[in-house]
């Protein structure tokens, strides 16, 4: 079992930047793969970015990609998303979610956390 619950949201301007962390219970951490999703109001969830269990492989969307960055400290459970540049379609409710078998069904997900970005 592995519980998440996702931090560091909130609302920043158009161009600003928001670090999410995602704290993770459990000692099995490192051997799941992590990852960030986001839905945004009357949409569907979408993938945002993953990161492979160790650490050296990392995923992101298209419309993320150059903007956030995803890492993780397993030594600390915990895996962040670092959010730059942010634009107003970037507002949504972000979710932390565990893997071991792809992201099209984590197994595990956090509550998730608010950004809003304001144009």
């Known amino acids: 079992q592995v519980q998440l619950v996702e931090s560091g949201g909130g609302l920043v301007q158009a161009g600003g930047s928001l670090r999410l962390s995602c704290a993770a219970s459990g000692r099995t951490f490192s051997s799941y793969a992590m990852g960030w999703f986001r839905q945004a109001p009357g949409k569907e969830r979408e993938f945002v970015a993953g990161?492979?269990?160790?650490?050296?492989?990392?995923l992101y969307a298209d419309s993320v990609k150059g903007r956030f960055t995803i890492s993780r400290d397993n030594a600390k459970n915990t895996v962040y998303l670092q959010m730059n540049s942010l634009k107003a379609e970037d507002t949504a409710v972000y979710y932390c979610?565990?893997?071991?078998?792809?992201?099209?069904?984590?197994?595990?997900w956090g509550q998730g956390t608010q950004v809003t970005v304001s144009s």
């Open positions: 990161v492979s269990s160790s650490g050296r492989s990392t």
């Open positions: 979610a565990a893997s071991k078998s792809g992201w099209d069904r984590p197994e595990y």
